[in-house]
């Protein structure tokens, strides 16, 4: 999968360069959950049906982030996991537009004759409540009219489960009040956090359960506090464990900003500096303060004694 970067307005040699008949699913897809894998999926089978490349055309920073509109405190899907995600459900070309001020007052209609024409995209996939434009003004139905009929919309319907649509908003309020189950369903996958291991306060060593201090790649979305299941990727090995996502309530007062600590089972190799892959499998317990060293051990290892028995790790 090629990653091209495009700015507003595009420069004609850079439209130059990239146009193609290609059929292209258009969307902000943070999350890539099941709803937005039906778009992805949906233009990707279209493109093979047509004999011509399928793309994806996306921005960033997030238009919500940019315009400091609602809630949105991080990703669900940064650039890099985004860009693994989709290499691997058959896209051949990522569009990831700049997403500013400036683009954020673009009509409809100068987005698609200055962004979308100009490549040729053929046919343009997108969600059932697709907007774009200055203020949302644009939906699928002006898409295809300003198409000019050398572009087709499809518009994929809402994917539903259990009778709800699928949606990000869900996801991150499943996350966000421990509800992994939920998060995972609909994501069709396990959540997971990407960071680097660094050097954290060393505590857990002194109480039996050395810990790999994960440093945030990114602006993920936090999940509840906690202590969760994880699988972890590191190189070519997969490894398990247990996770404290929070702020050690038992050893600090008025923390705030949270750590994540990871026990690996059966491990003991140097890590700092390296990059792991967390997968959360499975939200065990919320984090709570322990009235003594000896009884936050005692949990820690019926913790740790759960999370073998979610991921089918020997006891």
């Given at each position: 999968?090629?990653?091209?970067t ?7 040699e ?5 146009a ?7 969307g902000?897809?943070?999350g890539?959950?099941?709803g937005?894998a039906?778009?992805?999926?949906s ?11 399928a ?8 238009p ?6 609602g809630?949105?405190d991080?990703?669900?899907t ?30 409809p ?5 200055i ?11 997108v969600?059932?409540?697709f907007?774009?434009?200055?203020l949302?003004?644009?939906d699928a ?5 300003l198409?000019?009929g050398a ?7 809402p ?7 699928v ?13 992994l189950?939920l998060?995972n369903s ?6 997971h ?6 050097h954290?306060?060393k ?6 359960f050395?810990?790999a201090n ?6 993920y979305?936090?999940?509840?506090k906690?202590?969760?299941?994880v699988?972890?990727?590191f190189k ?9 996502v ?16 990871v026990h690996l ?12 892959t967390?997968?959360l ?18 949990q820690?290892?019926k ?10 790790y020997?006891?």
């Amino acid at each position: 999968m090629r990653t091209v970067t495009l700015s507003y307005p595009m420069p004609p040699e850079t439209a130059a360069e990239w146009a193609q008949p290609q059929v292209a699913a258009l969307g902000q897809f943070d999350g890539l959950h099941r709803g937005h894998a039906s778009v992805i999926t949906s233009a990707v089978a279209l493109a093979r049906r047509q004999g011509v490349p399928a793309a994806v055309m996306t921005f960033h920073p997030h238009p919500k982030d940019v315009m400091g509109k609602g809630d949105y405190d991080g990703y669900l899907t940064p650039p890099k996991d985004k860009q693994e995600l989709l290499s691997g459900m058959g896209v051949d070309i990522l569009y990831i537009i700049d997403f500013n001020e400036q683009l954020s007052r673009v009509s409809p209609q100068d987005f698609v004759s200055i962004m979308l024409l100009p490549l040729q995209i053929i046919t343009a996939v997108v969600g059932f409540d697709f907007r774009f434009g200055y203020l949302g003004e644009g939906d699928a139905d002006m898409l295809r009219e300003l198409g000019l009929g050398a572009m087709s919309v499809e518009t994929v319907p809402p994917f539903l489960l259990d009778g709800e649509k699928v949606s990000s908003s869900g996801i991150r309020k499943s996350l966000q009040s421990g509800d992994l189950a939920l998060a995972n369903s609909w994501f069709g996958r396990c959540y997971h956090l990407r960071g680097i291991v660094g050097h954290g306060e060393k505590r857990g060593r002194t109480i039996g359960f050395p810990t790999a201090n994960l440093q945030l790649e990114d602006r993920y979305v936090i999940p509840a506090k906690g202590v969760y299941a994880v699988k972890v990727f590191f190189k070519e090995e997969v490894l398990y464990g247990v996770m404290n996502v929070g702020v050690k309530p038992t050893f600090h007062d008025g923390m705030v900003a949270p750590s994540f600590e990871v026990h690996l089972f059966d491990f003991a190799a140097d890590i700092y500096g390296q990059e792991l892959t967390v997968e959360l499998e499975g939200f065990i317990r919320p984090e709570r303060k322990f009235e003594s060293i000896d009884a936050l051990i005692s949990q820690i290892s019926k913790d740790a004694e759960t999370a073998k028995v979610l991921l089918g790790y020997p006891s």
